[in-house]
T-cell receptor, first 113, second 108 residues
Framework: NAGVTQTPKFRVLKTGQSMTLLCAQDMNHEYMYWYRQDPGMGLRLIHY???????AKGEVPDGYNVSRLKKQNFLLGLESAAPSQTSVYFCASSYTGKTAEAFFGQGTRLTVV | GQSLEQPSEVTAVEGAIVQINCTYQTSGFYGLSWYQQHDGGAPTFLSY????GLEETGRFSSFLSRSDSYGYLLLQELQMKDSASYFCAVWGYQKVTFGTGTKLQVIP
């Protein structure tokens, strides 16, 4: 049972470079989320999607873009990485927004130098 | 918007009981859930309260008072492996907002 899989697990970027983080879930969930986690800040919602072809902004969307072309995949893009985007990124999915149980991927540790 | 408050750190003795509180402010509320996260790991679901009252799952219980915008997680018979961060999370319209987490240290 794969659940939620994030790719890559680790990455170092130079300032100004771009990259895409991939999240894939095999549970047929409608809702998917991208969070970033920084020390003392908890999990902050970047963007989310309530279904294939839809996306919406969360608390901290600046500097990120997302796409949900297929139901099982949710991509997070950084067009021009900045040191402030150094963080651990978690993807999560849930059946709907009311079921309370979100399943998380193992995280992507991103360092921007 | 949504905001949640929980203590940043709690220390408790192995075998004891500990309560982690969470207060929230939100527009649109479906329920309160709790997650556990060990260092270097991903958050994992522990419990969910949509209605007022206590929900029990083994050694863990969670309580919600919607009128007070307050909930807590109760951990009984603490074990060393319970040392982790615990997050409360508010389920609102279409999205989940997490608190900043409580780091629980269990000592012998």
């Amino acid at each position: 049972n794969a659940g939620v899989t994030q790719t890559p697990k680790f990455r170092v970027l130079k300032t100004g470079q771009s990259m895409t983080l991939l999240c894939a879930q095999d549970m047929n969930h409608e809702y998917m989320y991208w969070y970033r986690q920084d020390p003392g800040m908890g999990l902050r919602l970047i963007h989310y999607s309530v279904g294939e072809g839809t996306t919406a902004k969360g608390e901290v969307p600046d500097g990120y873009n997302v796409s949900r072309l297929k139901k099982q995949n949710f991509l997070l893009g950084l067009e021009s990485a900045a040191p402030s985007q150094t963080s651990v990124y978690f993807c999560a999915s849930s059946y709907t927004g009311k079921t309370a149980e979100a399943f998380f991927g193992q995280g992507t540790r991103l360092t921007v130098v | 918007g949504q905001s949640l408050e929980q203590p940043s750190e709690v220390t408790a003795v192995e075998g004891a009981i500990v309560q982690i509180n969470c207060t929230y402010q939100t527009s649109g509320f479906y329920g309160l859930s709790w997650y556990q996260q060990h260092d270097g790991g991903a958050p994992t679901f522990l419990s969910y309260n949509a209605l007022d009252g206590l929900e029990e799952t083994g050694r863990f219980s969670s309580f919600l008072s919607r009128s007070d915008s307050y909930g807590y997680l109760l951990l009984q018979e603490l074990q060393m492996k319970d040392s982790a961060s615990y997050f409360c999370a508010v389920w609102g319209y279409q999205k989940v907002t997490f608190g900043t987490g409580t780091k629980l240290q269990v000592i012998p």
